[in-house]
T-cell receptor
Framework: DAGVTQSPTHLIKTRGQQVTLRCSPKSGHDTVSWYQQALGQGPQFIFQ???????QRGNFPDRFSGHQFPNYSSELNVNALLLGDSALYLC????????????FGPGTRLLVL | RKEVEQDPGPFNVPEGATVAFNCTYS??????FFWYRQDCRKEPKLLMS???SGNEDGRFTAQLNRASQYISLLIRDSKLSDSATYLC????????????FGRGTQLTVWP
């Protein structure tokens, strides 16, 4: 049973560039959430996708956008990268419901120079 | 006030010790509570969901105190392999599926 997968594992970009991160959810899961984790901090919620729609959004600027495909996989896009966007980007998948449990992928480590 | 607060530690304990972490949350409508474990430079891994009646999984016990709005994690008979950062996560009730995380508590178990 495959868990959550993410690609790429590492990425180096320069300020102003754009980046796309990818996530495939755990088998049987239809909901994907994206989190940003800065060094020494807990994960911060970016947004969540369900049925190919953005269901919820955290306090992140419009530079952060996403998409969910019919097979439930998802992409996170970040435009006009800033140095402060350097972080571990985590994808979590779940099935909606009470006590909705989220399972995380290995993350993509983004460094913006 | 932050949604979720944890003492960042570090907690340094010898093997075999019992250690407890607390995590406070600000929203009384929160319904779902979790403890995750995160190893250095890895993803958070679900350790336990926390239920109203409290729950136990081997050496780990989680408790929820709704009146005081905190959850706790107790680790008995600590092992070297328990060394990690422990993150608590809470929803906000009205935003099912969105989790708010504390910054984590770092635990080091020494031989």
């Amino acid at each position: 049973d495959a868990g959550v997968t993410q690609s790429p594992t590492h990425l180096i970009k320069t300020r102003g560039q754009q980046v796309t991160l990818r996530c495939s959810p755990k088998s049987g899961h239809d909901t994907v959430s994206w989190y940003q984790q800065a060094l020494g901090q807990g994960p911060q919620f970016i947004f969540q996708y369900y049925e190919e729609e953005e269901r919820q959004r955290g306090n992140f600027p419009d530079r952060f956008s996403g998409h969910q495909f019919p097979n439930y996989s998802s992409e996170l896009n970040v435009n006009a990268l800033l140095l402060g966007d350097s972080a571990l980007y985590l994808c979590a998948s779940s099935v909606p419901g009470v006590q909705e449990t989220q399972y995380f992928g290995p993350g993509t480590r983004l460094l913006v120079l | 006030r932050k949604e979720v607060e944890q003492d960042p530690g570090p907690f340094n304990v010898p093997e075999g010790a019992t250690v407890a972490f607390n995590c406070t949350y600000s929203n009384s409508a929160s319904q779902s509570f979790f403890w995750y474990r995160q190893d250095c430079r890895k993803e958070p891994k679900l350790l336990m969901s926390v239920y109203s009646s409290g729950n136990e999984d081997g050496r780990f016990t989680a408790q929820l105190n709704r009146a005081s709005q905190y959850i706790s994690l107790l680790i008995r008979d600590s092992k070297l392999s328990d060394s990690a950062t422990y993150l608590c996560a809470v929803d906000r009730g009205s935003t099912l599926g969105r989790l708010y995380f504390g910054r984590g508590t770092q635990l080091t178990v020494w031989p």
